[in-house]
C-alpha cells in the first residue's frame, strides 16, 4: 500500500440536504484508508451489529459485508500485478474502497475470449448502509464513482469498459438497476447465494454517460 496514491477530485450528495459534498477518488487504498476501516468502519460495523441482534432483527437482513476486513484484502494483493484498487475519502474519512482484478474473462457464452475488469470487492463505509439499524446515510453516489472508476480503468487496461463481478443479495438492485449490468442469474461455479454480474461496452457506455448528467 501505499503512503499517497495518486488523486482525482470528485464529487458526492449529502443524503440529507442534496448538496454536494467535495470528494476525492484515490488509485490505490493507502495506509490511510487501512487505518479509517480499522478505526472508524470496524467499530461502527460492531455497533450495528449489536443493534440489530438488540432488535431481534433476523441474520439474514443484517449488513452482507460485515464480516470483510479490508486490511487482509490489502495484504492479499499486495504485488500482485493483476490487482488494482481505489478508494474515496471525503470529510478526511474514507468512505468506500474497492479491489479489482484484471485476470479474468467474460463469461457471456459468445464472449469467452474477451478480458473483463473483474470486481473482486467493493464496499461503502458503515454509515451509508440504509438497511442498518440506527443508521442515517450521509452521502450517495459512492458506489457509482467506483463503479465508474472500474469501467475507466477497464479501457485503460484495453477491455473497453467491460467488467463483471458477484454481487452479495443485497448489492443486486445496485448492479442491475443503477448500473444497467447484465444479470446472469446464480453462479453455482462460485456461490449459489450469488448472482453474477456482468457489463459489455455498451451498457458501459451508458453508464458513463448517465453520469454525465
Known sequence: MSDQPDITPVVLIDAEKGTAVNAELWYEIADKNLTDWVA???????????????????????????????????AAIEGQLDAISFAVVADGMTQGMMTLDASHRSRVSDRRTDHILYVEFLEVAPWHRPEAAGTRRRMKGIGSILMRAAIERSKIEG?????????????NDFYGNVCGMTDFGADPDYSHELRYFEMDEEAAARFLERGKT
Do not use: M
Not at 54 to 67: G, I, K
Not at 159 to 171: A, M, T, V
Open 159 to 171: 477491455f473497453k469498459g467491460r467488467i463483471g463481478l458477484h454481487s452479495l443479495p443485497q448489492s
Open 40 to 74: 472508524e468502519w470496524r467499530p461502527e460495523t460492531r455497533r450495528q451489529l449489536a443493534s440489530l441482534r438488540a432488535e431481534n432483527v433476523e441474520p439474514a437482513l443484517w449488513p452482507q459485508s460485515a464480516h470483510w476486513n479490508w486490511v487482509q484484502k490489502a
